[in-house]
């Protein structure tokens, strides 16, 4: 089918941004993975899109030792990386604002020295307004960190007064489960306020996730049919084909279910299933963010196998590539039974959902990466057609595509030139690149930026981690008790067994994991 086609001018592509103030940044875990995969490029991105402030710092801290000058190689490296056609005098420009402290986290003596060199480089870069730290720890380190931030003063400096110049940003996941979620928000709320607190879930930075507000609310025809008498069942996959990689020592603690399913999932599922807020204000959406988490039905401990599937990858193959056991990768426990696959079906309380099963399924070194959410209709009631039977009338599927290919599509049948009844599924597709003729901006991008315009719409409030929590401890200490180890599945795999009956026994199939 032919696409739509781009009936856009190059002013309705391009929305303005606001830009940021100045800012000063400072970066624990500064020679970690996360800074050099995403955060580095993302700030690089604003600062060449002139989002960022002339007086604008970044001050990493880590654990390795490193110059300033030193820091700014491998920052050039990573932003290199990952920013194709870039100026080297931009880049250069860029990295000349970058600093580096090393230190132990939990030595008071790193806390004063930053204090000191941050003293130095605010007169420097004239910068006295903003402040923002940025947690790119593993999660353990983040109450030692937030602890002596207060102790030591750097919490609240004297110089900005008001709190609210200050931000703290943590990310996913916040917590192990909803005890200690609790227990690292007592100790980050002793010392800043929750307007100060950025959690960072990096799905909701996402162009196509945040889209899913605008198409549910910005256009009258789907609103009416969103909901039990129309829709079907709903199917959300989020699937990598990527394994463990390096991150071994922080994955084999968490497990898909906190990686993935706590966050990025349920988010997603808030999204798609949410009743409108009032306004497009970031705590009217994020109400209805936490009220749509607190209608999803607690899972039946007792029949557990019922709704939920775990599941560990093995050795198998992805595009020709031979890739051995999880257990066999390096750092992680021979005898480990941490989830690298989940497949659930929940179901929402209220008037809206009641009754409409929710399909979610993650993994690692699955067949394909391929994230979507699928709403699949109600099949016609009755068919007029006496050759065809009423199974044979596919329902419509509404495929919200958020990445690789981002887009949305719309599965219809039609006639097919010929024989009177001869019928055909359709897709009416939309695809993001083709439209809007821009490469998708990386989701850190825009929360780094929100961050620093003070915009909490796309982080998640407490109340929504701790609702998460709620209904997925029990989960993980039933998995805890439990002695056997999680189903295993070949690399490359579309699903495990267990997960398709967990779907087929309702008489419906996953969809086939799309190879992009
Ligand atoms: C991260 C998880 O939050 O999201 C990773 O920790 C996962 O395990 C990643 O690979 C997936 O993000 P994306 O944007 O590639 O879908």
Redesign the pocket.
């Given at each position: 089918m032919q696409q739509i086609r781009p009936t856009l001018t190059k002013e309705d592509i391009i929305c303005a941004e606001t830009p940021a103030g100045p800012n000063a940044f400072v970066v624990f875990g500064a020679s970690g993975d996360l800074t050099h995969r995403k955060l580095l490029a993302s700030i690089f991105q604003l600062f060449a899109h002139n989002l960022l402030d002339e007086k604008f710092y970044l001050l990493g801290c880590g654990r390795k030792k490193f110059t300033d000058d030193q820091f700014r190689v491998t920052a050039q490296d990573s932003i290199r990386q990952k920013s194709q056609f870039l100026s080297a005098k931009a880049l250069k420009t860029f990295t000349d604002k970058l600093y580096y402290i090393d230190g132990d986290y939990a030595d008071d003596n790193l806390y004063q020295r930053i204090k000191t060199r941050l003293a130095e480089l605010d007169k420097k870069h004239n910068v006295f307004e903003s402040l923002v730290y940025y947690l790119a720890v593993p999660p353990f380190l983040y109450s030692t960190i937030v602890e002596h931030l207060s102790s030591t003063g750097l919490a609240c400096p004297k110089k900005l007064g008001s709190k609210e110049h200050i931000k703290l940003v943590v990310e996913?996941p916040f917590g192990r489960d909803l005890k200690t979620a609790a227990h690292l928000n007592n100790t980050i709320s002793h010392c800043f306020d929750e307007s100060q607190i950025y959690r960072i879930d990096?799905y909701l930075g996402k162009e196509t996730v945040q889209n899913i507000l605008m198409f549910r609310f910005a256009n009258a025809i789907f609103e009416p049919v969103w909901n039990r008498n129309y829709i079907d069942h709903v199917q959300i996959t989020?699937a990598?084909t990527?394994g463990v990689e390096h991150r071994a020592g922080y994955y084999d603690k968490a497990g898909a279910l906190r990686?993935?399913f706590q966050n990025?999932m349920l988010q997603m599922l808030a999204l798609v299933a949410m009743e409108p807020p009032i306004s497009f204000d970031a705590d009217h959406i994020r109400n209805e963010r936490v009220k749509l988490l607190r209608s999803i039905r607690p899972f039946n401990i007792k029949t557990l196998d019922d709704c939920c599937v775990r599941g560990q990858y093995g050795p198998g193959s992805i595009n020709g590539k031979n890739l051995i056991d999880y257990l066999e990768e390096k750092g992680i426990d021979k005898n480990s039974k941490t989830e690298t696959f989940v497949a659930a079906k929940l179901f929402i309380d209220n008037w809206r959902w009641q009754g409409v099963p929710f399909y979610l399924r993650t993994g690692k070194r699955l067949a394909a990466k391929d994230?979507e959410i699928a709403i699949t209709f109600k099949q016609v009631p009755f068919s007029m057609f006496a050759s065809v039977a009423i199974d044979e009338l596919p329902p419509n599927i509404l495929v919200l595509q958020i990445?690789p290919e981002e887009g949305i599509s719309l599965s219809f049948q039609a006639k097919r030139p010929g024989s009177k009844i001869c019928m055909t599924s359709l897709n009416m597709d939309f695809n993001y690149k083709n439209i809007f003729l821009v490469e998708m901006p990386e989701?850190y991008q825009r929360l780094l930026l929100d961050c620093m315009l003070g915009d909490q719409t796309l982080f998640a409030r407490y109340d929504g981690v701790e609702t998460s929590w709620q209904l997925l401890t029990p989960l993980l200490h039933a998995w805890e008790k439990d002695k056997s180890p999680p189903f295993k599945y070949p690399a490359g795999s579309q699903s495990l067994p267990q997960a398709d009956k967990l779907i087929e026994k309702d008489n419906r199939k996953w969809r086939k994991l799309a190879q992009h």
């Open positions: 996913k990096h989020i990598e990527v990686d993935i990025h994230t990445q989701a």
